[in-house]
């Protein structure tokens, strides 16, 4: 039965792959998905496209920005830390997605000098900054709190997010550092399998 019910879900995918390719639009998104909200995001290449484009494959996904000296290069290195925990073959079935809470200074230009300074893997990271109105929005869809303080730095809420391929959230971890959630990674092995 367990074999007969992957054939099927095999199938499936393959037929909704198939569809993709063939200029048939994707299936629905589950309701409780992150990319029913729409998102354009300019990423450290300077193009810009909808994060719904990144549906398809399990995702690391957090906020940052590109000036904070403290927190948000821990929150890349707890990705980085994440990745490490993984087989190669897992690591290319999982992306990472971290998304500026501040547009106003995270041009491409700032993303990619944070993408040279921590050696990121451009086929599997990406840093984009959302249009400033759009903010607010995609904190909330993640449940991530900020605020701006007098000096233009952030407060915030610091956390990994993993999404499966559809964007619904499957687990969160707010440790941050070098030594990974032992039960976070657990549900990033389980959503990228293997």
Request: proline content about 8%.
């Amino acid at each position: 039965m367990k074999h007969l019910l992957r054939g099927l879900a095999a199938t499936v995918l393959l037929g909704f792959a198939n569809l993709a390719v063939a200029g048939q639009p994707a299936p629905p998104l589950p309701g409780d998905s992150i990319y029913q909200l729409p998102l354009p995001l300019t990423d450290s290449q300077g193009q810009t496209r909808d994060w719904r484009t990144l549906r398809g494959k399990p995702r690391l996904v957090s906020m940052f920005y590109t000036s904070c000296q403290y927190i948000c290069p821990l929150i890349i290195e707890s990705g980085k830390a994440v990745e490490r925990q993984l087989t190669p073959a897992q690591q290319k079935r999982l992306d990472v997605l971290l998304v500026s809470m501040d547009p106003a200074r995270d041009n491409p230009a700032a993303l990619k000098k944070v993408v040279d300074q921590r050696k990121l893997d451009l086929n599997r990271w990406t840093l984009a900054a959302p249009p400033a109105n759009d903010v607010r929005s995609v904190a909330a869809v993640l449940g991530v709190r900020y605020r701006q303080l007098a000096d233009g730095e952030f407060n915030h809420s610091s956390m990994l997010i993993l999404v499966d391929a559809n964007g619904r959230i499957l687990a969160r971890t707010e440790k941050i550092g070098t030594q990974p959630d032992p039960d976070f990674v657990a549900a990033v092995r389980k959503a990228v399998g293997g």
